[in-house]
């Protein structure tokens, strides 16, 4: 039995090193299977076994990445107590090993597999939406917004100021390039980066993307080190030699964003967008159907079907944001918790 953080994470459930009884899970709803995505990631991160791999910023993000791919096929928790043992997560050998599938495959055992992969990842699958935990009960109550930028009381005055002295970038794009549209991600690794300096236009304020200058550490607000963080706006400041009444009206701005954005409700969170909610991209549900998109043929040779298989499982991988103009339901979204 692993050891559990119960403090942080709940109750230690009933069993964890016992492998779930297997079940076909490829016709469950999507409500169904997103409770079961819950469950299983609040159990996986409170052991100790996943805490080891927060050391750092890489392990970090590879662990929550790793986590939620494997959970979007195994959303019941089968083999989790596999998930962290030193290797690099497998989910086709996972997928096939749960399905009691043994090489080489035939084209049968193939289309097992395939139709398990589309019906979990893709009928059923997600999106991603990486924020600040300072928005999770408004997503959870209202979706995503469009109009979230028109909400910060003060930003367009700051944004003003900024232009007035020559620094278009005070707040990122969060003006000209981000209103009026929800961005996502096919990737959760890409998500769950942005999360860690989300909101954007914060980050910016707080120091991100303006290294060129002396005094400046753009990491700062991932660290969520307000000392840091206000020094950086200083440095800021000076260099492009804010008048002192534009300099207050920055500093305030700051503070009244930092108890909203820095402060211990502000943890990562993930919204699991459903597919559905955003457009879905084509996706044959027939293996001979992608093979031929593909370019691909058909084969026994377990290096070439790992090979194609893999790639739809990973189809998106390096799909990295999408867009949509329009607001997000709340019944479309399950928001879950990240580590900091």
């Known amino acids: 039995m692993e050891k559990w953080k119960s403090e942080e994470y709940g109750d230690e459930p009933e069993q964890l090193t016992n492998q779930p009884k297997v079940r076909d899970i490829t016709d469950v709803s999507f409500e ?13 991160v409170g052991t ?3 805490i ?8 970090k993000v590879s662990a929550v990445d790793d986590l ?6 195994h959303p019941d928790g089968y083999g989790k107590e596999n998930l962290f043992d030193g290797k690099r997560l497998n989910l086709l050998e996972l997928t096939t090993q749960r399905l009691e599938l043994k090489d080489p495959l035939s084209r049968e055992d193939q289309e097992t597999l395939f139709n398990y992969i589309y019906k979990l990842k893709y009928k059923r699958g997600h999106v991603y939406h990486g924020s600040n935990g300072a928005s999770k009960d408004s997503i959870v109550e209202k979706g995503l917004k469009t109009d979230v930028y028109n909400q910060i009381e003060g930003m367009d005055k700051v944004i003003e100021i900024g232009h007035r002295n020559n620094n278009h970038l005070i707040v ?14 096919y990737n959760p690794r890409n998500a769950y980066d942005y999360a860690l300096v989300s909101p954007e236009w914060f980050s910016f304020l707080c120091g991100r993307g303006v290294d060129i200058f002396e005094g400046i550490d753009e990491d700062a607000y991932a660290r969520k080190d307000y000392e840091t963080c206000k020094n950086n706006v200083e440095v800021m400041m000076k260099r492009f030699a804010f008048p002192s009444d534009d300099a207050e009206v920055v500093r305030d701005f700051f503070e009244e964003q930092w ?8 943890n990562p969170i993930m919204s699991l967008i459903r597919q559905s909610a955003v457009g879905d991209r084509s996706v044959s549900p027939d293996l001979e159907d992608y093979l031929e998109k593909k370019g691909m043929v058909f084969s026994n040779d377990p290096a070439e079907y790992r090979k194609y298989l893999g790639n739809f499982i ?5 799909v990295i944001e999408g867009a949509i103009e329009e607001d997000i339901k ?9 580590p900091a």
């Open 172 to 185: 990122g794009l969060a003006k000209e390039g981000s209103r009026g549209q929800i961005s996502f991600s």
């Open 314 to 318: 990973d189809m998106f991988k390096y």
């Open 32 to 44: 169904e299977k997103e409770s079961m995505m819950v469950e299983t990631m609040q159990g996986v």
């Open 330 to 338: 709340p019944e479309d979204i399950t928001v879950i918790n990240l």
């Open 259 to 266: 108890k909203v954005f820095g402060e211990k409700e502000s």
């Open 48 to 50: 100790e076994v996943f």
């Open 52 to 59: 080891k791999q927060l050391g750092n910023k890489y392990n």
């Open 68 to 73: 939620l791919r494997y959970i979007e096929l």
